[in-house]
């Protein structure tokens, strides 16, 4: 078996990928970034860094078998899409101006409530859901619980400042998960914009875009005054076509939880991005290890929705326990086999914690001699 990515190995490490290439090397093994590896290897590199690795039973996928959809079941999906870039380079102004742009027409009062992911309808019946949340961290925890959520980054650069450390961890973080790339080089209204400044430094992160003869798409534009948005969209489509993302969405519903709020009317509520299968109301679900059964969902304007197909995203209400963001979603057969599932579940990661706990004890201790 295979597991984390070259890339991501050296993020969990805090060490540079080319440390962990030339590790590979000097095993005999000529590796990509993106490049999974085999236990022994991750093994064999980590105590180079000083890490131990260890096996743990996943809590997280088991008990809930997973079968393959015939390909005859499988529908076009619309992309999921994240924005990432570095602080201050204008994502929450992108995804605001998004917003305020493609509201549904005739949907007065606009948005009502602030959910951490929304679906974009363009005018042509096209779709795109956009996430608003991941921060890197939720990011990074996410891929760890092998929720992989997004189709697409689109990595924000202000084209009045340069490309920054988490600029840098963006791009990482997109190559480890195998996403497509595409480059918004933002705030060209500003006087001192230096788009050419931005594809160089990017070119120098291997992110070569295409006007510089490379494979990304690349768009300039600004968030504040909304000039070539609409062109970013457009690549994303065209990205999103290239990618011939699909879903099947006749089977009980799979999916990622996006965030998990307490709400004191609604008690504990959760935005869940639907990936496979349709959602609908009184599923009985597990979220990690939470459970419940969806009472009520609603949009990203705090409509009352039936139906959740694949690449949608809706805050639902039901859970028994609160989930955390990465977990994932899963409709099971009935109730019953949610909480059996949840209990079992739970039981694992306290055994996990225990030993967590024991460990670094034991390692304090250490470090006191
Ligand atoms: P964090 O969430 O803190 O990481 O920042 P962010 O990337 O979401 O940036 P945000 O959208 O909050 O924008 C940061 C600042 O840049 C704000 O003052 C915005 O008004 C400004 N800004 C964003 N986009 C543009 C743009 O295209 N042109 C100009 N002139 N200013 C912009
Ligand atoms: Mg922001």
């Not at 009062?109 to 890197?136: M, N």
């Not at 990074?140 to 961890?169: F, H, K, N, W, Y």
């Amino acid at each position: 078996a295979e597991y984390i990515a070259v890339g991501e190995l050296a993020n969990l490490m805090g060490v540079s990928v080319n440390e962990v290439i030339q590790k590979c090397i000097g095993l005999g093994l000529m590796v990509s970034i993106n490049q999974r590896l085999d236990f022994e290897t991750i093994e064999l590199i980590a105590s180079d860094f000083g890490f131990e690795v260890e096996l743990e039973e996943e809590y997280l996928s088991d008990l809930i078998e997973e079968e393959d959809d015939p390909g005859e079941s499988l529908k076009p999906r619309p992309p999921v899409v994240t924005i990432m870039g570095h602080v201050d380079h204008g994502k929450t102004s992108l995804l605001d101006f998004i917003r305020r742009t493609n509201v549904v027409a005739g949907e007065a009062g606009g948005i009502t409530q602030h959910i951490g992911a929304y679906k974009v309808a363009l005018e042509d019946g096209k779709e795109i859901t956009f996430l608003d949340t991941p921060g890197h961290e939720a990011f990074t925890a996410m891929r760890a619980r092998g929720a992989q959520i997004t189709d697409i980054v689109v990595l924000v650069v202000a084209a009045d400042d340069a490309v920054m450390p988490q600029t840098v961890e963006a791009i990482n973080h997109a190559l480890a998960a195998n996403v497509s790339i595409i480059v918004a080089i933002n705030k060209i209204d500003k006087p001192n914009a230096n788009t050419e400044k931005i594809k160089q430094q990017l070119a120098e992160r291997n992110v070569l875009v295409e006007d510089w003869g490379g494979k990304y798409q690349c768009v300039e534009l600004s968030a504040k005054t909304g000039k070539n948005v609409d062109l970013l969209l457009e690549k994303i489509l065209l990205e999103a076509e290239m990618l011939d993302l699909k879903a099947n969405p006749d089977r009980p519903a799979r999916g990622a939880v996006i965030e998990s709020q307490l709400d004191k009317g609604r008690g504990i509520t959760a935005t869940i991005l639907v990936q496979k299968g349709t959602l609908r109301i009184s599923d009985p679900f597990v979220a990690g290890t939470a459970y419940g059964r969806v009472r009520a969902m609603f949009d990203e304007r705090g409509n009352k929705v039936k139906e959740a197909p694949p690449s949608t995203p809706v805050l639902v209400l039901g859970f028994e326990s609160t989930p955390q963001a990465g977990d994932t979603f899963a409709v099971v057969e009935s109730e019953r086999e949610a909480r059996e599932i949840s209990i079992k579940r739970m039981q694992i990661k306290r055994e996990q914690e225990h030993r967590q706990v024991r460990h670094m004890t034991l390692e304090e201790i250490a470090n006191q001699i």
